[in-house]
């Protein structure tokens, strides 16, 4: 059979490869994308889970590089449905004419370069062979579904699913007996939707996490107006804040203020909508502890003034770490879906699962049947999804041998020994830790500039030097000194009790901002592609 080849192939069409494949269109590239699901939209199209929404404000959420999208395209919520999201992206692909350059189905099972051809070869699992000059990943952060460690998962004889790979059919909820483990960010939104649509709902958590008020609702017409007028003012909000998103710190300390007024502006943010309550705080409490552990007491009396029982309220409460140092689920009434009398908390840590039977959950106390469990157990996140592609560099070496203890890259976007791959949406780039779309589009402006400087210059091979990942490694390892969030088991520290080896601390994201990173990225560019090497 022979080789497909193209200039460029993108991995993904989700959210980064959509506009990646836009860019390269528009420079007369050869391009392809694969994609794994059989259609566009990444975690929108997979992730179909009742309650799955973003947390970003929607008109901060799409695309700001296209006037025609931005006008005609109307959000219905301040945060839009994962239906109305994926929506747009498919809106968005046909508009751009994109689809025809997509090929779904196709899961790639590994990717070796050839280091006299300066090409990649990428064997799907349909056993087809591609090869291309410049490959680019756009697998996503949260892309690599894992189930739970229980003895007898297999056994389950009712309906089970990883929220991941909710069926794209209608699920009847009516008159079931549900069990959701996990209460992560969708486990979260999980509950809150099925709390009121079930026969009971059982909760099994671990580690309870911090929650705070989404505050969603409708964009009237007005509004809408309102919106499609400011767009330049949003962007460049974003663009000024470190996380991309509109909510920015509040530059003032917690002690320059009364208690009194302290408590007035908490609970402004508080009753403000999205991530308000987590990044337009006092600049310094998500990274003092002092103030950090006032903070979090205040949004512990809201979850008691919140939960009816006490005992069950506390069990919510987290013990371990400190608001904000985890990624902080918005929802929607999930605190008062414990008020209800078919809502049920189960704490492992008083009474553990022993495993799944064939009719439900056996725990330490007593075993429970169910006709549904939902495994909301989370991601393998930022690097599992390249852990599941063999990606093969110079000398043989494997990128999952590199990253054994962790993810080795310059600026998140190449990693040495791997010439001629473009790690967008990897680990250690702004995409990480901020606001998705507008650090994706940095991150894409950035790539297709530099491929359209090899073009013109013909050069066939870029690689990021030895030294230039060094120098980053450790400039990522530094920014995590004395951050609280690096105190905290958590995906943003590549914890994962799922996962054999994540067990500690591993350096995933970048702390710097995205700003700072975006003038990082110019000035490699202004200085020749410091750091790489162009052959």
Same mark, same amino acid.
């Given at each position: 059979?022979?080789q497909?080849?193209?200039e460029?192939i993108?991995?993904g069409?989700g959210?980064?490869?959509?506009y990646m494949?836009?860019?390269i269109?528009?420079?007369?590239?050869?391009?392809?994308?694969?994609e794994a699901a059989e259609?566009?939209?990444?975690?929108?199209?997979r992730?179909?889970?009742?309650?799955a929404?973003?947390d970003s404000?929607?008109?901060?959420y799409?695309y700001?590089?296209?006037?025609?999208?931005l006008?005609?395209?109307d959000w219905s919520e301040?945060?839009?449905?994962?239906?109305?999201?994926?929506?747009y992206?498919?809106?968005v692909?046909?508009?751009?004419?994109l689809?025809?350059?997509?090929?779904?189905?196709?899961?790639v099972?590994?990717?070796?370069?050839?280091?006299?051809?300066n090409?990649?070869?990428?064997v799907?699992?349909?056993?087809?062979e591609?090869?291309?000059?410049i490959?680019v990943?756009?697998?996503?952060?949260l892309?690599?579904?894992t189930l739970?460690?229980?003895e007898?998962v297999?056994?389950?004889?009712?309906q089970?699913f990883h929220t991941?790979?909710?069926?794209h059919?209608?699920v009847d909820?009516a008159?079931k007996?549900?069990?959701v483990?996990g209460?992560?960010?969708?486990?979260?939104?999980v509950i809150?939707e099925?709390?009121?649509k079930?026969a009971e709902l059982t909760?099994?958590?671990?580690?309870?996490?911090?929650?705070?008020p989404?505050?969603?609702?409708?964009i009237?017409?007005?509004?809408?107006a309102?919106?499609?007028?400011?767009?330049d003012?949003?962007?460049?909000r974003?663009?000024a804040?470190?996380?991309?998103?509109?909510?920015?710190p509040?530059?003032?300390?917690f002690?320059?203020?009364?208690?009194?007024?302290?408590l007035?502006?908490?609970?402004?943010?508080y009753?403000?909508?999205g991530f308000e309550?987590?990044l337009?705080?006092? @600049? #310094?409490?998500?990274?003092?502890t002092?103030? !950090? *552990?006032?903070?979090s007491e205040? %949004?512990?009396?809201?979850i008691?003034?919140?939960?009816?029982?006490?005992?069950t309220?506390?069990k919510?409460?987290?013990?371990?770490?400190?608001?904000?140092t985890?990624?902080?689920?918005?929802?929607?009434?999930?605190?008062?879906?414990?008020n @209800? #009398?078919?809502?049920?908390?189960?704490d492992? !840590? *008083?009474?553990p699962?022993?495993? %799944?039977?064939?009719?439900?959950i056996?725990t330490s106390?007593?075993?429970r049947?169910?006709?549904?469990?939902v495994?909301a157990?989370?991601f393998?996140?930022i690097?599992?999804?390249?852990?599941?592609?063999?990606?093969?560099?110079?000398?043989?070496?494997?990128?999952a041998d590199k990253?054994?203890?962790?993810?080795?890259?310059?600026?998140?976007?190449q990693?040495?020994?791997?010439?001629?791959?473009l790690t967008?949406?990897?680990?250690?780039g702004?995409s990480?830790?901020s606001?998705?779309?507008?650090a994706?589009?940095a991150?894409?402006?950035?790539a297709t500039?530099?491929?359209?400087?090899?073009r013109e210059?013909?050069y066939?091979r870029i690689?990021?030097?030895p030294e230039?990942?060094a120098g980053w490694?450790?400039e990522?390892?530094?920014?995590y000194?004395?951050?609280?969030l690096?105190?905290?088991?958590?995906?943003?520290?590549?914890y994962n009790?799922n996962v054999?080896g994540?067990?500690?601390l591993?350096?995933?994201?970048?702390?710097?901002?995205?700003?700072?990173?975006?003038?990082?990225?110019?000035?490699?560019t202004?200085?020749?592609?410091?750091?790489?090497?162009?052959?």
């Open positions: 059979m022979a497909e080849h193209h460029v993108i991995i069409a959210v980064c490869g959509i494949l836009h860019r269109l528009g420079m007369g590239v050869d391009v392809t994308v694969l259609g566009p939209g990444g975690t929108w199209f992730n179909r889970y009742p309650g929404r973003f404000e929607s008109y901060t799409g700001s590089f296209n006037e025609e999208i006008q005609e395209w301040h945060f839009a449905s994962q239906s109305e999201t994926l929506s992206l498919e809106f692909v046909e508009k751009l004419d689809r025809g350059h997509m090929q779904f189905g196709c899961k099972d590994s990717a070796r370069f050839d280091d006299e051809a090409t990649w070869t990428l799907l699992s349909d056993g087809r591609l090869t291309t000059g490959l990943t756009a697998i996503g952060m892309s690599a579904a739970p460690r229980i007898g297999e056994d389950y004889e009712g089970a991941y790979y909710w069926p059919e209608p909820m008159g007996r549900v069990a483990i209460t992560g960010a969708t486990g979260v939104q809150s099925l709390a009121d079930v909760v099994y958590q671990r580690r309870p996490n911090w929650c705070a989404l505050h969603n609702g409708p009237d017409e007005d509004t809408q309102e919106i499609k007028a400011s767009y003012e949003i962007f460049e974003c663009a804040t470190p996380g991309g998103f509109l909510h920015g509040d530059r003032r300390a002690d320059e203020v009364s208690e009194e007024e302290r007035e502006f908490w609970e402004k943010i009753n403000s909508r309550v987590w337009g705080n006092f @600049r #310094d409490v998500l990274v003092e002092g103030p !950090n *552990e006032v903070y205040f %949004i512990a009396n809201k008691r003034e919140r939960v009816h029982d006490p005992e309220a506390e919510l409460i987290p013990k371990d770490h400190g608001f904000g985890r990624r902080v689920p918005l929802e929607t009434n999930y605190y008062e879906a414990y @209800r #009398d078919n809502v049920h908390l189960v492992v !840590n *008083e009474t699962i022993e495993r %799944i039977t064939p009719g439900g056996k106390d007593q075993e049947e169910f006709d549904i469990i495994y157990t989370g393998d996140a690097t599992g999804a390249f852990d599941r592609i063999e990606f093969v560099g110079v000398g043989g070496q494997k990128l990253w054994r203890d962790g993810p080795i890259t310059y600026m998140g976007l990693v040495a020994g791997y010439p001629n791959m967008l949406a990897g680990p250690q702004a990480v830790s606001n998705f779309p507008p994706i589009e991150g894409v402006n950035w500039e530099l491929i359209q400087f090899m210059n013909h066939s690689e990021a030097t230039a990942e490694t450790r990522i390892m530094d920014s000194e004395g951050a609280l690096t105190q905290t088991k958590s995906w943003f520290t590549g009790s054999d994540h067990d500690k591993r350096y995933m994201i970048y702390l710097g901002g995205a700003p700072t990173y975006r003038e990082r990225l110019a000035s490699i202004e200085h020749g592609y410091e750091g790489f090497r162009l052959a």
